[in-house]
């Protein structure tokens, strides 16, 4: 099993800037692609971004040159840097990584969820 555990949500104002993280745990695990992906309620969940792991980056048009997606290998931790975030940037933020587990097949994994606020 691989356990992910985010962190960094919290309250900004309007053009503030927060950076999430997300931390994978467990034993045996190969990580492959990591994702962010965001919820308001009433809404489906959105893609937000992606690294693969040749390092290739993704990103919905509406963060586009405003929010970055990096990834540290030895920590097992993908971050998502928020600059210039706007009210329509409030949601619940969610990391996702795809992992084999003891060689087995690559499957979703899924982080609690971090609520960030944008908000004067």
């Known amino acids: 099993q691989v356990q992910l555990v985010e962190s960094g949500g919290g309250l900004v104002q309007p053009g503030g800037s927060l950076r999430l993280s997300c931390a994978a745990s467990?034993?045996?695990?190969?990580?492959?692609?990591m994702n962010w992906y965001r919820q308001t309620p009433g809404k489906e969940r959105e893609w937000v971004a992606t690294?693969?792991?040749?390092?290739?980056?993704d990103y919905v048009d509406s963060v586009k040159g405003r929010f970055t997606i990096s990834g540290d290998n030895a920590k097992n931790t993908v971050y998502l840097e928020m600059n210039s975030l706007k009210p329509e940037d409030t949601a619940v933020y969610y990391c996702?990584?795809?992992?084999?587990?003891?060689?087995?097949?690559?499957?979703?994994?899924w982080g609690q969820g971090t609520q960030v606020t944008v908000s004067s």
């Open positions: 690294i693969k792991t040749g390092g290739s980056r």
């Open positions: 996702n990584m795809r992992a084999s587990v003891w060689g087995g097949p690559y499957r979703d994994y």
């Open positions: 467990g034993s045996g695990f190969k990580l492959g692609e």
